[in-house]
């Protein structure tokens, strides 16, 4: 359950500490007042006026049961401000509070000197900061790389269209004429051209830095395009015939932003989710639509994909909190006022996080509609979930603007991040004259932007290489050890070291070391060593003064570097060869650290806001500095007879070991996918 229990740990070093137990919740803050002001809150207690107020701390890592140690500097206490009071919470965002009860502070000895200090120093010093934890690998490589997935492309455009063209005019109730034909439409030039590109496009490296934004948009887009899900490739090959479809129940931005690069997973979505919607035309589907469907299967041998085809032929309008009617293509509906911002290179649809959002919307009908009710829906773009719904009773439609503009509360979308994109559905049901269900629907993706978002990577102001084991503990990892013998004098690893952004944790987190040998020589072993770090922002974030003069970014700053983009763009490794070897009876261990580069990062910070709508229609950028991982060090090390020389001064050691070999990998970048916990330690392959 959420807590907030504070209790007083006495003075030392110029601070009070204090234990603290959070509970369930995952994030605090502080506040100092003078404890005889209060106001009631839910019956308890709190501080009011408050004279400074800590910034948001957390989350707490795993394994510490929501305890943690804090240390507040003597100099933010003065006599008439003795109480302070902590605040937990369960998400960034501030949800599920709880307060603790007034905790009274006994004066510092030398609270008059550290007062002199000033109230500008570091309010908190967590014990909890240099832990890391061991976990099992939590990504994998995409199973996808881009050739593959441009040669299923290729391969599959010339199968589908025919077979597509056979079934179109079915689907639509009639010939595809005119602007929502199969062959016109300012969308289906788009997709095509989208086409054209992938058909002569190149896997290319990645490992560039980029200035111009033009040349960054595009270098974004060709990077996070080809490898997350293996349906995308077929999808995408299918969507010319399927246009005419879509853009019935897609709105023309979320069109382009397909077009303009979404995720192949978010592109499996959001293509699914239209598809259930422009079948609803159909009241059952004969083996020509079922033949349809099939083709887009690429033939990848996955048995969800098997299951997620019948699904959608067998039951499309099944599902959960799936509205049942019957679609009426001479009804449409369409969002209203709708403006696109240009965030990471790509068109979006941006609305203020934290805010009521609103939605106007606009209806086509040839005929008045007397009652009707209107869905407004929130899903999660690749699962299709449901987050947030509200319905509206509307009646008399004759056409224009409806007589309501739907809207949801901040409160209701306070869970949901910030920087990430959610799919908004509208839909209009009405029941005929025999008491039947029809409707129309139309869906469109948005961004959610917070105090910042992420949008570029820029030019690097500096390098460091974080070696010191002693002073940078969390980024040091002893991936291997093993003994010798006189039957084994040798092992050389071909060595693959990941490191991925961990956005939701507190903490780095280091991988399990997964090795294989394969040729085994006289006295010598050749095999494979895969091992990786999963790094925090937080942590990163708290290593940035330690190893330059750029701050810290506060909290609102770091929340846009854990968005999908900035995770896609951070992830890394790099491949050497290592040989390890000693004397019999010796041991040699292997120890990884990273060197940074010191990033200039564009964010894009909210200027423009619509007052009724919460649409974001304008942004500033505000450049921040971030390290981001340049190459991975590799250091062997030995132990015993083979390190004589490691106690003399300047001798280079690691852990009382003489290090022998220091090699230095730069990284390059790889697309990474969420692994199942069976796929956890079956990662050398």
Not at 329 to 338: H, R, T
Not at 364 to 391: D, G, Q, R
Not at 477 to 501: E, M, N, P
Request: charged content about 25%; glycine content about 8%.
């Amino acid at each position: 359950m959420a807590l907030a229990i504070l209790n007083d740990d006495g003075y030392r070093d110029q601070h009070h500490h204090f234990r603290a137990d959070l509970g369930s919740n995952l994030f605090y803050s502080y506040a100092i007042g003078d404890g005889e002001q209060t106001v009631k809150r839910e019956g308890r207690k709190v501080l009011s006026p408050v004279v400074h107020k800590s910034e948001l701390f957390g989350p707490l890592p795993a394994g510490v049961d929501g305890r943690v140690r804090i240390a507040v500097p003597a100099s933010l206490f003065a006599r008439s401000n003795r109480a302070i009071q902590l605040f937990s919470f369960r998400t960034r965002d501030l949800a599920g509070p709880a307060f603790s009860d007034i905790v009274a502070v006994i004066p510092a000895p030398d609270s008059g000197a550290a007062l002199a200090l000033g109230r500008g120093e570091v309010p908190v010093m967590q014990e909890y900061d240099e832990h890391v934890e061991n976990i099992a690998f939590s990504y994998k490589p995409a199973p996808l790389a881009e050739s593959m997935f441009l040669e299923a492309i290729s391969g599959i455009i010339g199968k589908v269209l025919p077979i597509a063209e056979k079934i179109l005019p079915s689907l639509l109730g009639g010939g595809a004429k005119g602007e929502g034909g199969a062959g016109g439409g300012e969308m289906i030039k788009l997709i095509m051209d989208l086409l054209k590109q992938f058909a002569t496009a190149k896997a290319t490296s990645q490992g560039v830095y980029y200035t111009d934004k033009k040349v960054a948009a595009e270098a974004a887009s060709v990077q996070r395009q080809y490898a997350e899900a293996q349906i995308a490739p077929a999808l995408l090959a299918a969507l010319p015939a399927l246009m005419p479809l879509l853009q019935n129940v897609l709105s023309p931005e979320t069109i382009k932003s397909v077009v303009e690069s979404v995720s192949p997973a978010k592109l499996a979505g959001i293509a699914v989710d239209g598809l259930k919607d422009a079948f609803k035309t159909i009241e059952k589907l004969d083996q020509a639509e079922l033949d349809f469907l099939g083709k887009i299967n690429p033939g990848v041998d996955d048995s969800a994909l098997d299951k997620l085809l019948m699904g959608m032929g067998f039951a499309l309008g099944a599902g959960e909190n799936d509205i049942k009617y019957k679609r009426i293509n001479a009804v449409s509906l369409d969002f209203d006022g709708i403006k696109s911002i240009t965030v990471h290179g790509r068109s979006r649809v941006a609305y203020r996080h934290g805010k009521d959002l609103a939605f106007p919307l606009k209806l086509n009908t040839p005929k008045p509609i007397k009652m009707a009710t209107l869905h407004l829906l929130v899903k999660e773009p690749v699962s299709l979930k449901t987050l947030a719904e509200v319905n509206y009773p509307v009646k008399d439609l004759s056409g224009g603007a409806l007589p309501v503009v739907a809207s949801i509360s901040g409160a209701k979308l306070a869970d949901l991040k910030p920087g990430e994109e959610y799919l908004v559905k509208a839909v209009l049901v009405w029941k005929n004259k025999k008491g039947e269900a029809r409707g129309t629907a139309k869906s469109q993706l948005i961004t959610l932007v917070g105090e910042a978002i992420f949008e570029r990577v820029e030019d690097t102001v500096g390098n460091v290489v974080v070696a010191d084991k002693n002073k940078y503990p969390a980024f040091s990892h002893k991936v291997w050890q093993g003994s010798f013998s006189k039957d084994l004098r040798r092992i050389t690893f071909q060595c693959r070291y990941t490191y991925a952004l961990a956005t939701a944790s507190g903490n780095n987190a280091r991988n399990p070391t997964v090795t294989r040998i394969e040729e085994k020589q006289l006295r010598h072993d050749i095999g494979k060593l895969k091992s990786g770090m999963e790094l925090s922002p937080d942590a990163l974030n708290r290593l940035l003064p330690q190893i330059s003069a750029h701050p810290a970014l506060d909290p609102l700053e770091l929340a846009a570097l854990r968005s999908d983009d900035f995770h896609a763009r951070y992830n890394v490794a790099a491949r050497t060869r290592i040989e390890l070897g000693a004397l019999p009876g010796d041991s040699a261990a292997l120890f990884v650290y990273p060197e940074f580069n010191l990033q200039r990062i564009v964010l894009q910070k909210p200027k423009e806001v619509d007052a009724l709508t919460g649409q974001v229609v304008g942004t500033e950028e505000k450049i921040v500095v971030f390290p981001l991982v340049a190459a991975v060090h590799l250091a062997a090390a030995v132990t015993g007879d083979s390190s004589s020389g490691a106690g003399d001064s300047g001798a280079d050691t690691l852990d009382g070991m003489k290090v022998k070999t220091r090699q230095r990998a730069v990284v390059f970048p790889v697309q990474l996918v969420k692994t199942r916990p069976d796929q956890a330690n079956d990662m050398m392959d």
